[in-house]
């Protein structure tokens, strides 16, 4: 059974067209973070929650939006994409961030194209 | 700042071949984690083994096992008996053992595993 659920799957927007993906789990974790993952590259962190405080990461772009409404679901708001946002965008969850036997459960991804 | 580095971009071995990957990492902390994640070609990022920086005994998963020199940074991982479906980007990862601290990765090791 799916943990961490990200939709859509694939996303193509038009450049300048805000778009939001999503995210959402079920194993009830205190941590969400969002990744933007290029081709053949490491995934960079743009943010993260612990429960509903938010960490924008220095280098994020203000382009780039969060929402944790609630424990469940988190969203990627981006506001004007443009061409270099193209990208895949991970989900990850963890339960208490960096304590007792944590791991980060990744969702499939979504690929955002922008044309 | 914690960096992690992989300084192998992509590596073939035969099937049933032993295979080693490197990771070295800084760090001023002294309670840490340390990941190596798998990422198949079908995106999914899904974690192979965890150490605690705490612990001196190596983690072993099957046949994926670590070293783990605290002292040195390094947290290389060793497969053994290689199969085609350990064919992936692998990264290695660090947290620090905190309240909602982030993942940070290394830019990864793609592996081939020739049949």
């Known amino acids: 059974d799916a943990m961490v659920i990200q939709n859509p799957r694939y996303q193509v927007t038009q450049f300048g067209k805000p778009v939001t993906l999503s995210c959402s789990q079920t194993l009830n974790h205190n941590v969400m973070y969002w990744y933007q993952q290029k081709s053949s590259q490491a995934p960079k962190l743009l943010f993260h929650?612990?429960?509903?405080?938010?960490?924008n990461e220095a280098d994020t772009p203000d382009n780039f939006q969060s929402r944790r409404p609630n424990t469940s679901f988190c969203f990627l708001d981006i506001r004007s994409p443009g061409l270099g946002d193209a990208a895949m965008y991970l989900c990850?969850?963890?339960?208490?961030?960096?304590?007792?036997?944590?791991?980060?459960?990744f969702g499939q991804g979504t690929r955002l194209t922008v044309v | 700042a914690q960096t992690v580095t992989q300084s192998q971009p992509e590596m073939s071995v035969q099937e049933a071949e032993t295979v080693t990957l490197s990771c070295t990492y800084d760090t001023s902390e002294n309670n840490y984690y340390l990941f190596w994640y798998k990422q198949p070609p079908s995106r999914q990022m899904i974690l192979v083994i965890r150490?605690?920086?705490?612990?001196?005994q190596n983690a072993t998963e099957n046949r994926f096992s670590v070293n783990f020199q605290k002292a040195a940074k390094s947290f290389s991982l060793k497969i053994s008996d290689s199969q085609l479906g350990d064919t992936a980007m692998y990264f290695c990862?660090?947290?620090?053992?905190?309240?909602?601290?982030?993942?940070?990765f290394g830019k990864g090791t793609r592996l081939h595993i020739l049949p």
């Open positions: 990862a660090f947290m620090k053992q905190n309240r909602d601290d982030k993942i940070i």
């Open positions: 150490q605690e920086a705490y612990k001196q």
């Open positions: 929650y612990y429960d509903k405080d938010f960490n």
């Open positions: 990850a969850t963890s339960r208490e961030g960096g304590r007792g036997n944590t791991e980060a459960f």
